[in-house]
């Protein structure tokens, strides 16, 4: 049973287990920092060798479409989509026919390998130039891919629903579980990459749920849509309304100053790479023997590296890059 199914055990949250969890924490301690950092290294979550945080929202999304009675995801991002990819495998063998709506982003050599993995995953790709020519097509994607009269289940980017975000409610909560058993200290800021919101919402909401005084500070990564402290807190909120829709007894509200995001890492536009995140790549690789990748999680570290002294520490860094296998 889940971590959410052991605390609400009389809540209806259906969920399929894909991953083995706890995921490990360690401290990082040869990047040179003042500040005392952690890690907790999602990469090994998912079977088949996946990781990262998509697998974590696939959790509760798969069972959610088998609940509302769909076969057919629709899910949008960039054409270097990790999303899109893990909707794809993973919905494919649980039943599910994914549909991707994707906008372009600047194309290097990690965005062409994922470009043949999308190509090879079985889901049906279109293509758009624009975040606003995808909206004008979303009507007709919609309706070209109905199935037996239904709609695809309709899922935002990085599954960034109140669904989605309750896998990262699930790893608040293991994050507790660790602190308590002493496995490292509670962190007073915990760092994640936020490319569109889910991760970091459901992790606020999941920090006090658990009881700890964690803050979320959010290294926004992607300028498509509003990526700020307002959405990341009322997606939280979304996610607690529909644990209590559910029958779980959660009185929680967040505000906008209960957690943090800042764009100022970012660069030029998502998926464009930094100077601060390729050193941050290539040191955490060196050090540490960390694989980061260079839109979301070296953004994050760099981040890290460059606040160094002035975050509230202990620092927990969440690593939510993992290897993709062959599709």
Same mark, same amino acid.
Do not use: C
């Given at each position: 049973?889940?971590? =959410?199914?052991?605390?609400?055990?009389?809540?209806?949250?259906?969920?399929?287990?894909?991953?083995? $969890?706890?995921?490990?924490?360690?401290?990082?301690?040869?990047?040179?920092?003042?500040?005392?950092?952690? +890690?907790?290294?999602?990469? &090994?979550?998912?079977?088949?060798?996946? &990781?990262?945080?998509?697998?974590?929202?696939?959790?509760? +999304?798969?069972?959610?479409?088998?609940?509302?009675?769909?076969?057919?995801?629709?899910?949008?991002?960039?054409? &270097?989509?990790?999303?899109?990819?893990?909707?794809?495998?993973?919905?494919?063998?649980? #039943?599910?026919?994914?549909?991707?709506? =994707?906008?372009?982003?600047?194309?290097?050599?990690?965005?062409?390998?994922?470009?043949?993995?999308?190509?090879?995953?079985?889901?049906?790709?279109?293509?758009?130039?624009?975040?606003?020519?995808?909206?004008?097509?979303?009507?007709? +994607?919609?309706?070209?891919?109905?199935?037996?009269?239904?709609?695809?289940?309709?899922?935002?980017?990085?599954?960034?629903?109140?669904?989605?975000?309750?896998?990262?409610?699930?790893?608040?909560?293991? +994050?507790?579980?660790?602190?308590?058993?002493?496995?490292?200290?509670? /962190?007073?800021?915990?760092?994640?990459?936020?490319? $569109?919101?889910?991760?970091?919402?459901?992790?606020?909401?999941?920090?006090?749920?658990? &009881?700890?005084?964690?803050?979320?500070? #959010?290294?926004?990564?992607?300028?498509?849509?509003?990526?700020?402290?307002?959405?990341?807190?009322?997606?939280?909120?979304?996610?607690?309304?529909?644990?209590?829709?559910?029958?779980?007894?959660?009185?929680?509200?967040?505000?906008?100053?209960?957690?943090?995001?800042?764009?100022?890492?970012?660069?030029?536009?998502?998926?464009?790479?930094?100077?601060?995140?390729?050193?941050?790549?290539?040191?955490?690789?060196?050090?540490?023997?960390?694989?980061?990748?260079?839109?979301?999680?070296?953004?994050?570290?760099?981040?890290?590296?460059?606040?160094?002294?002035?975050?509230?520490?202990?620092? =927990?860094?969440?690593?939510?890059?993992?290897?993709? /296998?062959?599709?």
């Amino acid at each position: 049973m889940s971590r =959410l199914g052991q605390r609400f055990p009389a809540a209806d949250l259906p969920h399929v287990r894909l991953g083995a $969890s706890p995921t490990p924490v360690r401290r990082l301690e040869r990047l040179g920092l003042q500040d005392e950092v952690w +890690i907790k290294d999602e990469a &090994g979550f998912g079977d088949g060798g996946w &990781g990262g945080n998509k697998v974590r929202k696939l959790e509760w +999304i798969i069972p959610e479409a088998h609940r509302r009675g769909r076969d057919t995801v629709l899910t949008v991002g960039g054409i &270097g989509t990790h999303w899109g990819l893990a909707a794809a495998l993973y919905g494919r063998e649980h #039943g599910l026919r994914t549909v991707l709506g =994707l906008v372009e982003q600047p194309v290097d050599e990690h965005v062409r390998e994922q470009l043949r993995r999308l190509a090879a995953s079985g889901a049906v790709i279109h293509r758009y130039p624009t975040v606003g020519r995808l909206k004008l097509a979303a009507p007709w +994607i919609l309706a070209r891919h109905s199935r037996r009269g239904r709609l695809p289940y309709y899922l935002p980017a990085g599954g960034s629903s109140a669904v989605g975000s309750l896998g990262y409610v699930e790893t608040a909560l293991e +994050i507790a579980a660790q602190v308590e058993a002493g496995e490292m200290p509670e /962190p007073r800021t915990l760092v994640t990459a936020v490319g $569109s919101g889910g991760t970091a919402a459901g992790l606020a909401l999941g920090l006090r749920l658990a &009881g700890l005084r964690t803050r979320v500070l #959010g290294i926004v990564v992607n300028d498509s849509f509003r990526l700020d402290a307002v959405t990341i807190s009322r997606l939280a909120n979304q996610t607690a309304a529909l644990l209590r829709d559910r029958g779980a007894d959660v009185s929680i509200e967040l505000t906008p100053a209960d957690v943090s995001a800042t764009a100022v890492w970012m660069g030029d536009t998502y998926g464009a790479t930094t100077e601060r995140g390729s050193e941050a790549l290539a040191l955490a690789a060196e050090a540490e023997g960390l694989e980061l990748e260079p839109v979301y999680t070296a953004k994050a570290l760099a981040a890290v590296r460059g606040l160094d002294g002035a975050l509230d520490g202990p620092v =927990l860094f969440l690593q939510t890059h993992g290897p993709r /296998p062959e599709s």
